[in-house]
């Protein structure tokens, strides 16, 4: 691989070579085209860096590898060395694909690409998992995060493994049968070790974000950032083999010029799709409650493959445990429920009192529900909650079973948040590794985020918001040294969610939705019914339920039939399929 930086302003740039970590020699670059230079050929495992106009050295803005820290200089890598073992896959497109997320991290006691072996990805496709979304990946400061700070986009963090350790598990992955999603994030870059400035017009005053500097996708130089996150993206899925990427918080991409970001990026990986012969997905994550983010770009959406639907999570939510705050304020209740699963947002055009104005548009009825992710659990509805609990550490277990159910039986693609197959109740916190200042101002931050929220009223008693800071607060969200279930409860929830995905099979197709449109309706207090190819009956009451009879397919807690109906105890959950 050949040198070649995008710096439009430099009047002279100049690479630092360690190829055998001694000191560095300097060699000048060749300004060629386009604002891009050129230098020597870079051979694979040797350091590098780049001078700016005498400023400097800084990291590689494209560098795959940063294995001395964000700060510290690249590493030379040729992905076309990875000998793949996948020539067999087929692709998976992301349209109704049971997802997973996970966080790298905290998924293993070993926190690496590599410690999720074979026999993890095999168990999950045995659950019937489809897609592995790897939370963000890119290089960010300190050992342990999110991911949502990086600001080396091209590189995989070292401390997960580096290049070779993605390339490796997705070969894994496609073997056991299922995609991998990246989880990118290209609205903005974290504060800490990030040099793109140094080199060019990569972010603009002209827009504002809430972590800082607005990518610039409009203004004057706009060429380079925009190529930057297109090249990123195609890499991701023609080097790493890379089934589907979720685009961080879109909304956030603020873009003015006549074709917007997201649609370019829709038309070029549906070309690399072409060109590859396996599908490619895009996901969106959206606040705008707009249906144009998945409608074709030749009729002027964005062409995103799905968006994730928050609308339908705090709907079911807020009805499961009765939480009505912050932005769940205008949901709760059974109609808004089914709303939310009639037409994806609640907020159509309605008054959203959260947000203090009207929000968002319907989606028409013909665009197929399968492009909208929907989940009663993720990263953040956890991780940013004070105490990062899971709803399996608060719900009842029928309620857990409901929650289940009605995602991945309703119309649309749903999604897991790793641990949810079987009811896990380890928390997941919000934490990070930065230096100082950095370290403290996260930290008071963190604490200054929560207080007044209400958080007390809701966990009965005084908060102590965990340090993300503190090493004890990464350590205490791991998962354990498996993915198992260890209690009573977690092993039943386990076992539904088994007969949950053997039903899921008469609701995959389109079609099947077709003669039983999806609704939800309480027939009493506390007493849900989801209608659609699967019925799915829920009595989260203290009392038993009476209901239509039918053909019982699973059940969760105590179901009888008498006199035609079902009798449905508390705290339990019935599968009927639906009369033909």
């Given at each position: 691989?050949?040198?070649?930086?995008?710096?439009?302003?430099?009047?002279?740039?100049?690479?630092?070579?360690?190829?055998?970590?001694?000191?560095?020699?300097?060699?000048?670059?060749?300004?060629?085209?386009?604002?891009?230079?050129?230098?020597?050929?870079?051979?694979?495992?040797?350091?590098?860096?780049?001078?700016?106009?005498?400023?400097?050295?800084?990291?590689?803005?494209?560098?795959?590898?940063?294995?001395?820290?964000?700060?510290?200089?690249?590493?030379?890598?040729?992905?076309?060395?990875?000998?793949?073992?996948?020539?067999?896959?087929?692709?998976?497109?992301?349209?109704?694909?049971?997802?997973?997320?996970?966080?790298?991290?905290?998924?293993?006691?070993?926190?690496?690409?590599?410690?999720?072996?074979?026999?993890?990805?095999?168990?999950?496709?045995?659950?019937?998992?489809?897609?592995?979304?790897?939370?963000?990946?890119?290089?960010?400061?300190?050992?342990?995060?999110?991911?949502?700070?990086?600001?080396?986009?091209?590189?995989?963090?070292?401390?997960?493994?580096?290049?070779?350790a993605l390339q490796r598990f997705v070969?894994?992955?496609?073997?056991?049968?299922?995609?991998?999603?990246?989880?990118?994030?290209?609205?903005?870059?974290?504060?800490?070790?990030?040099?793109?400035?140094?080199?060019?017009?990569?972010?603009?005053?002209?827009?504002?974000?809430?972590?800082?500097?607005a990518v610039n996708l409009d203004q004057?130089?706009?060429?380079?950032?925009?190529?930057?996150?297109?090249?990123?993206?195609?890499?991701?899925?023609?080097?790493?083999?890379?089934?589907?990427?979720?685009?961080?918080?879109?909304?956030?991409?603020?873009?003015?010029?006549?074709?917007?970001?997201?649609?370019?990026?829709?038309?070029?990986?549906?070309?690399?799709?072409?060109?590859?012969?396996?599908?490619?997905?895009?996901?969106?994550?959206?606040?705008?409650?707009?249906?144009?983010?998945?409608?074709?770009?030749?009729?002027?959406?964005?062409?995103?493959?799905?968006?994730?639907?928050?609308?339908?999570?705090?709907?079911?939510?807020?009805?499961?445990?009765?939480?009505?705050?912050?932005?769940?304020?205008?949901?709760?209740?059974?109609?808004?429920?089914?709303?939310?699963?009639?037409?994806?947002?609640?907020?159509?055009?309605?008054?959203?009192?959260?947000?203090?104005?009207?929000?968002?548009?319907?989606?028409?009825?013909?665009?197929?529900?399968?492009?909208?992710?929907?989940?009663?659990?993720?990263?953040?509805?956890?991780?940013?909650?004070?105490?990062?609990?899971?709803?399996?550490?608060?719900?009842?277990?029928?309620?857990?079973?409901?929650?289940?159910?009605?995602?991945?039986?309703?119309?649309?693609?749903?999604?897991?948040?790793?641990?949810?197959?079987?009811?896990?109740?380890?928390?997941?916190?919000?934490?990070?590794?930065?230096?100082?200042?950095?370290?403290?101002?996260?930290?008071?931050?963190?604490?200054?985020?929560?207080?007044?929220?209400?958080?007390?009223?809701?966990?009965?008693?005084?908060?102590?918001?965990?340090?993300?800071?503190?090493?004890?607060?990464?350590?205490?969200?791991?998962?354990?040294?498996?993915?198992?279930?260890?209690?009573?409860?977690?092993?039943?929830?386990?076992?539904?969610?088994?007969?949950?995905?053997?039903?899921?099979?008469?609701?995959?197709?389109?079609?099947?939705?077709?003669?039983?449109?999806?609704?939800?309706?309480?027939?009493?207090?506390?007493?849900?019914?989801?209608?659609?190819?699967?019925?799915?009956?829920?009595?989260?009451?203290?009392?038993?339920?009476?209901?239509?009879?039918?053909?019982?397919?699973?059940?969760?807690?105590?179901?009888?039939?008498?006199?035609?109906?079902?009798?449905?105890?508390?705290?339990?959950?019935?599968?009927?399929?639906?009369?033909?």
């Amino acid at each position: 691989m050949r040198a070649r930086v995008w710096a439009p302003d430099a009047t002279s740039l100049s690479i630092q070579l360690r190829p055998d970590s001694s000191d560095a020699a300097v060699a000048p670059m060749t300004r060629i085209s386009d604002g891009w230079w050129e230098g020597p050929v870079l051979v694979p495992g040797s350091d590098y860096a780049y001078e700016v106009d005498g400023r400097g050295p800084f990291p590689d803005p494209r560098s795959a590898w940063q294995p001395h820290g964000v700060h510290g200089f690249s590493r030379a890598f040729d992905p076309s060395r990875h000998l793949w073992h996948d020539q067999s896959w087929g692709g998976i497109d992301a349209l109704g694909a049971v997802t997973y997320e996970l966080h790298v991290g905290t998924f293993t006691p070993g926190g690496t690409l590599d410690a999720i072996d074979a026999r993890h990805l095999s168990d999950l496709a045995r659950r019937g998992i489809q897609m592995i979304e790897l939370m963000p990946l890119a290089a960010f400061p300190g050992e342990r995060g999110w991911g949502y700070d990086g600001v080396a986009l091209y590189a995989v963090h070292d401390p997960y493994g580096g290049p070779e350790a993605l390339q490796r598990f997705v070969d894994r992955a496609h073997a056991a049968g299922l995609g991998v999603c990246l989880d990118v994030v290209y609205n903005h870059l974290g504060p800490d070790g990030n040099y793109l400035a140094q080199y060019g017009p990569y972010f603009t005053d002209a827009h504002e974000t809430p972590w800082g500097w607005a990518v610039n996708l409009d203004q004057p130089g706009s060429e380079g950032m925009r190529g930057f996150l297109i090249d990123n993206a195609v890499r991701w899925m023609r080097d790493f083999h890379v089934d589907c990427l979720r685009l961080d918080a879109v909304h956030a991409l603020q873009d003015d010029s006549p074709r917007h970001l997201l649609a370019e990026l829709s038309d070029t990986v549906a070309a690399l799709s072409a060109t590859l012969g396996r599908p490619l997905s895009l996901v969106a994550e959206s606040d705008l409650n707009q249906a144009a983010m998945v409608m074709p770009t030749a009729e002027g959406g964005m062409g995103m493959t799905a968006q994730w639907a928050d609308d339908v999570h705090h709907a079911l939510h807020a009805y499961l445990t009765e939480e009505i705050h912050g932005y769940y304020g205008d949901f709760g209740s059974a109609a808004t429920l089914d709303k939310a699963f009639r037409g994806v947002f609640v907020h159509d055009g309605t008054y959203s009192t959260f947000r203090g104005k009207p929000w968002g548009a319907p989606v028409p009825p013909e665009v197929d529900r399968r492009r909208f992710v929907v989940f009663a659990s993720n990263h953040d509805q956890v991780g940013n909650r004070a105490l990062g609990d899971r709803p399996a550490s608060r719900l009842t277990p029928g309620a857990q079973a409901a929650s289940l159910a009605l995602i991945l039986l309703g119309p649309f693609t749903p999604m897991l948040f790793m641990g949810e197959e079987y009811g896990e109740t380890r928390p997941f916190m919000f934490f990070t590794d930065h230096a100082e200042p950095l370290g403290s101002a996260v930290s008071d931050g963190r604490r200054n985020e929560f207080a007044g929220h209400g958080w007390e009223e809701l966990y009965g008693g005084d908060v102590s918001v965990p340090d993300p800071q503190d090493r004890q607060t990464f350590l205490r969200s791991k998962l354990g040294s498996g993915l198992a279930a260890t209690t009573e409860t977690q092993r039943r929830i386990e076992a539904w969610v088994a007969e949950v995905m053997t039903a899921r099979d008469l609701t995959r197709d389109p079609a099947a939705w077709e003669p039983f449109p999806v609704s939800v309706s309480e027939s009493a207090p506390r007493v849900l019914t989801m209608r659609g190819p699967v019925i799915v009956h829920a009595n989260l009451s203290a009392h038993e339920a009476m209901l239509p009879a039918g053909a019982v397919i699973a059940t969760f807690g105590r179901c009888t039939s008498a006199d035609d109906c079902l009798k449905l105890g508390p705290d339990s959950v019935a599968l009927v399929a639906a009369p033909h």
